[in-house]
């Protein structure tokens, strides 16, 4: 038994040290507001991290994608495509553009969007002469989505794409930083992210011209006159110059959270190899995400228990695991909503019934992690 009464948590903010130093200069220089020298070191640091010309940065991951379908020109009685294993935070901003969500299964080699789904959904909307607006794919857990196949699909049916990185800063795919490869893509430094700001998100785009469009749309849209002038409707969403200082610090040491929620995934996925039915979330060999969460699932049947009894036995025993995500058209405020299918069935269920979020947090101890290791072990095995 592990010498410690706390519990190990999930994920926890993990802070450099040197986020007061750029909080402090946003104070000494009075710039209390939501633009600033902080705001625009922030977004320069996003923009080279992910080799891209620029970066928008916004009060939270959900008015990126916000302001993302609405630079998509998304409105009301429109479509758009969604990945259903998500944070309902992914589809909220269609809602709120009167948009009706349709929602697309994973599948199993990378449990994100399955492209076989995709392709249904996209070849009914053809016929219904109602193709989407936006296709938004989530790369879930940090973990990449098929994008050749999703790309390729978008392009045939002429739809742009939203990469919701949300959880993927940092993660590539055949060496192209996740949300790069689309034609926006949207980033969050929420609290429980590989990086925070306690509050925040980014937007990238392959046009850049979109970002200072994003700008725009985040302050009002004001327009530039010596009166206040406003053709079209705006949204406060620009991030907090003190907030931008804490982001600037997390950057600088990116790297070294993603190897190291990296090296905890593999430590798991070797210390677990031998529980009967246990899979670790499978990655694909030309994506290396950065495994934000450690995720596994198992056969109910085999082991004799469902997630929410290991969830309760782990509590127990100390130690914090979740759920994985319940998929969106299961959710009582979608019902209503499309749902295509992969060719194995319903994947997306499967996994919310069979899966489940380990300890992942960076600060974690090697004689942490190798007590969770033993604890899940033993209530999978009995
Ligand atoms: C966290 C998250 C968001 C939203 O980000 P916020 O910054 O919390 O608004 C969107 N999509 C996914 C998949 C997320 O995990």
């Keep these: ?60 991951g959900t008015a990126a994608i916000h302001l993302a379908l609405q630079l998509l020109g998304v409105g009301a009685g429109d479509t758009v495509f969604c ?27 990378t449990w994100c969007m399955s492209p076989f789904a995709l392709k249904k959904a996209l070849e009914d909307a ?20 098929k994008m050749d196949e999703i ?35 949207t980033f969050s430094f929420n609290g429980n992210k590989i990086i925070t700001t306690s509050g925040g998100g980014a937007l990238v785009a392959k046009q850049a011209e979109k970002i200072a469009e994003a700008r725009f749309l985040a302050s009002q849209s004001k327009e530039d006159a010596p009166y206040y002038l406003h053709h ?13 200082g804490i982001g600037i610090a997390q950057m600088d040491v990116l790297n070294d ?34 495994r934000w969460l450690s995720t596994m699932a198992f056969c109910v049947e085999t082991v004799g228990k469902t997630p929410e009894d290991v969830i309760k036995l782990l509590k127990a025993r100390g130690i914090d695991s979740r759920l994985l995500w319940k ?14 299918a992969d060719e194995a069935g319903d994947v997306a269920t499967k996994l919310f019934q069979t899966g489940l979020c380990l300890p992942s947090s960076t600060q974690m101890t090697q004689e942490e992690q190798e007590y969770v290791m033993d604890t899940v072990k033993e209530i999978l095995s009995k």
């Design 257 to 290: 959270r993603v190897a190291k929620k990296q090296e905890i995934f593999a430590t798991y996925e070797k210390g677990l190899a031998d529980v009967p039915s246990l899979v670790m979330m499978p990655e694909l060999d030309i994506a290396k995400g950065n």
């Design 232 to 244: 079209q409707v705006g949204y406060n969403y620009r991030l907090s110059n003190v907030l931008a």
């Design 83 to 109: 990945s259903t294993f998500t944070f309902v935070a992914s589809i909220n901003p269609a809602l709120y553009l009167g948009a009706e969500p349709v929602f697309i299964d994973s599948e199993q080699e």
């Design 1 to 60: 038994m592990l010498k410690t009464k706390k519990m190990i948590p999930l994920a926890i903010p993990h802070m450099s040290g040197m986020e007061e130093k750029y909080i402090q200069k946003a104070f000494s220089e009075n710039w209390i507001a939501p633009l600033g020298s902080n705001v625009d070191a922030f977004e320069a640091s996003i923009a080279s991290y992910n080799r891209v010309l620029e970066s928008a940065v916004v009060s939270s």
């Design 327 to 340: 998929p969106m058209h299961q959710q009582p405020l979608f019902q209503d909503a499309l749902f295509y």
């Design 126 to 145: 053809r016929k219904k002469k109602q193709l989407p607006k936006a296709i938004i794919v989530v790369h879930i857990y940090g973990q990449s989505a």
């Design 151 to 185: 790309i390729a699909l978008a392009n045939e049916y002429g739809v742009p794409i939203v990469e919701d990185a949300a959880e993927a800063l940092g993660s590539t795919y055949r060496n192209a930083p996740l949300g790069t490869l689309g034609d926006l893509g």
